[in-house]
């Protein structure tokens, strides 16, 4: 076991309590020094944040995501992105992603984005800010430069959902 595990493992160890009451802290201070928004993001919510340092398995993060304390956490991230209008951490790179969905579900993310006065830009924002629970993203399929779907070698380019293979189940690590 190296270091970082064992400092890992270190951190787990109070009760669900004692860590929410750490990231509430945590949260607090960062609130209080008006940090941007991406800062407190990183800090608490990111890959290497307090939160997912704290509840480091998706069933201990699914469970945390039903406390109060990820709701408050989240309902601060929402005021520091509302009074800072788009400010950004200067030493936060920004990065840009191109996304292909249905027209359906554009056009369902524009009349979102109109009827809460905000841009579809700061609406997926809001979205992809948010924890989600593991159940609820499909597995990931290979796709080819086409645009055909090909899952373990079968290309499903003609196939409607009944016709495709099911997914195997991973072996547990």
Do not use: Y
């Not at 469970?63 to 929402?78: G, I, K, Y």
């Not at 645009?147 to 016709?163: A, C, L, Q, Y």
Request: hydrophobic share 35%; net charge neutral.
């Amino acid at each position: 076991m190296d270091l970082a595990d064992s400092l890992r493992r270190n951190e787990t160890r109070g009760s669900v309590e004692e860590r929410c009451r750490r990231i509430e802290e945590k949260a607090d201070q960062l609130f209080a020094a008006g940090v941007a928004w991406t800062t407190f993001f990183k800090e608490l919510l990111g890959p290497e944040g307090l939160i997912r340092r704290l509840f480091p398995t998706p069933d201990e993060l699914s469970f945390f995501e039903q406390t109060a304390t990820h709701r408050r956490v989240q309902e601060m991230l929402a005021s520091l992105r509302r009074v800072q209008e788009g400010r950004a951490a200067k030493t936060e790179a920004v990065s840009v992603i191109t996304l292909r969905i249905p027209k359906s579900l554009h056009d369902a993310l524009a009349e979102e984005a109109h009827a809460l006065k905000t841009s579809i830009n700061r609406l997926c924002i809001s979205k992809l800010a948010q924890l989600i629970d593991a159940r609820l993203v499909p597995p990931l399929r290979q796709f080819d430069r086409g645009g055909d779907i090909t899952v373990r070698g079968v290309s499903t380019d003609s196939k409607t959902p009944d016709e495709l293979p099911q997914r195997e189940q991973e072996p547990a690590e």
